[in-house]
Structures are given as structure tokens and as C-alpha cells.
């Protein structure tokens, strides 16, 4: 059964660095988006993107993050300079045209020290 | 804006019990998607079950049914014959069907103990 993979699975990284979040949505799928899940919270939307251009973006997606859809398999989240506030759980979906339902990669822990 | 609200916390059942976890939400769409996701510890999202607004007949997967209130704008998951696998957080989620936006809207989650 097709699956939405993330790397990697656990991320740590300085305070300030650059952090590239990786996703291969399901191959079929046109539809890619990205969550966070700060821990013991719930799941916040991010960001959508669809036809190489972000469609929709949450107050939290500020210019710090970005993100590319650099060749035709990989979906990218990258967060320019990190802050404590980051750490979280990041989980990239993806949904296929005319489908209601998004399938969730296994989540990316970013924990920014 | 569109809200979804749980209002458990917490949940425990005991095994081969049934349980029912509460979701209410908040829109101005008449026409959406509603779903139940299980986050077990590993936190993989799963999806449990899923409610097209504008079908009167419940849903309904094996062990897990919903109660879906349209004028009270209620969705509650009811489990029965609770197992020791089905201990999980459990989000609900909203999604606009119309509006053009796809974004899940999720609520705070009820954390679900199964008792053995």
C-alpha cells in the first residue's frame, strides 16, 4: 500500500541553524501539506501546496519557513533559522485530486536546542 | 473561522467496553468533511473513520461508529468492544468541502485508556 515517508525521523539542531524537513507524498497525489504537532498540543496546519505554489498558509508559516517541491517525488519544509519554539512534531499529508481524505507521513521530531 | 472543540482530555474503558469521545465544532459551510484520526504513541496519524456533511447515515468502520448531530454540530466516536490497541489520542477534524481551502482543522484531542 502506497505511504508517505518523512526524513528524517528525529532532527536535532542548534538554535539558529537552517533545518531542511524531507517528504515523498504518494506518487499519484497532487495535493501536499504540511502540520506541526507541538508536543501535547494539537495538530496545527501550516502550509498547503499544490501545482508548485503554496495555496494556503497558517499565521504561523511566516517568512522563516519555506518550502519546494525541488523534483518530482520530494516535498520540502525548510525553516531558515531556528528557534526553541520550533521544536515540534512536523508531519507532511498529501491527497490525491477530487479526494477529501490526506494520508500523514510518520511525522519528522525537530527538537531546536 | 471554523473551531473544533474536545472536550475530554481524557478517556478510560475498559477492555471490551464501549466508549463514545465528544467533538463538537463551529463552521458557516454547509457542506464538509469530518474525521476521526488515532495518534497512538509511536504518533502516526490514522485515520479511523471519516463523515461526508451532507449524508444523514452515519458512518460506520467495523468497531467504530459516529454520531453525527448536522444542527447541533456534533460528531462523537463510539467504540465498541474497546481492545488494548485502541488506547491512542484521538484528534477530530474538520475539513470545508467548498470553500476552497483543504487545511484539516483538528481539535485539541481526548487521550483514550483501555483498561484490562
Known amino acids: 500500500e502506497p505511504e508517505v515517508t518523512q526524513t528524517p525521523s528525529h532532527q536535532v539542531t542548534q538554535m539558529g541553524q537552517e533545518v531542511i524537513l524531507r517528504c515523498v507524498p504518494i506518487?499519484?497525489?497532487?495535493?501536499f501539506y504540511w502540520y506541526r504537532q507541538i508536543l501535547g498540543q494539537k495538530v496545527e496546519f501550516l502550509v498547503s501546496f499544490y501545482n508548485n505554489e503554496i495555496s494556503e498558509k497558517s499565521e504561523i508559516f511566516d517568512d522563516q519557513f519555506s518550502v519546494e517541491r525541488p523534483d518530482g517525488s520530494n516535498f520540502t519544509l525548510k525553516i531558515r533559522s531556528t528557534k526553541l519554539e520550533d521544536s515540534a512534531m512536523y508531519f507532511c499529508a498529501s491527497s490525491a485530486p477530487l479526494s477529501n481524505e490526506q494520508f500523514f507521513g510518520p511525522g519528522t521530531r525537530l527538537t531546536v536546542l | 473561522a471554523q473551531t473544533v472543540t474536545q472536550s475530554q482530555p481524557e478517556m478510560s474503558v475498559q477492555e471490551a467496553e464501549t466508549v463514545t469521545l465528544s467533538c463538537t465544532y463551529d463552521t458557516s459551510e454547509s457542506d464538509y468533511y469530518l474525521f476521526w484520526y488515532k495518534q497512538p504513541p509511536s504518533r502516526q496519524m490514522i485515520l479511523v473513520i471519516r463523515?461526508?456533511?451532507?449524508?444523514?447515515q452515519n458512518a460506520t468502520e467495523n468497531r467504530f461508529s459516529v454520531n453525527f448531530q448536522k444542527a447541533a454540530k456534533s460528531f462523537s466516536l463510539k467504540i465498541s468492544d474497546s481492545q488494548l490497541g485502541d488506547a491512542a489520542m484521538y484528534f477530530c477534524a474538520y475539513r470545508a468541502r467548498t470553500s476552497g481551502t483543504y487545511k484539516y482543522i483538528f481539535g485539541t484531542g481526548t487521550r483514550l485508556k483501555v483498561l484490562a
Open positions: 463523515q461526508e456533511a451532507y449524508k444523514q
Open positions: 506518487s499519484n497525489h497532487l495535493y
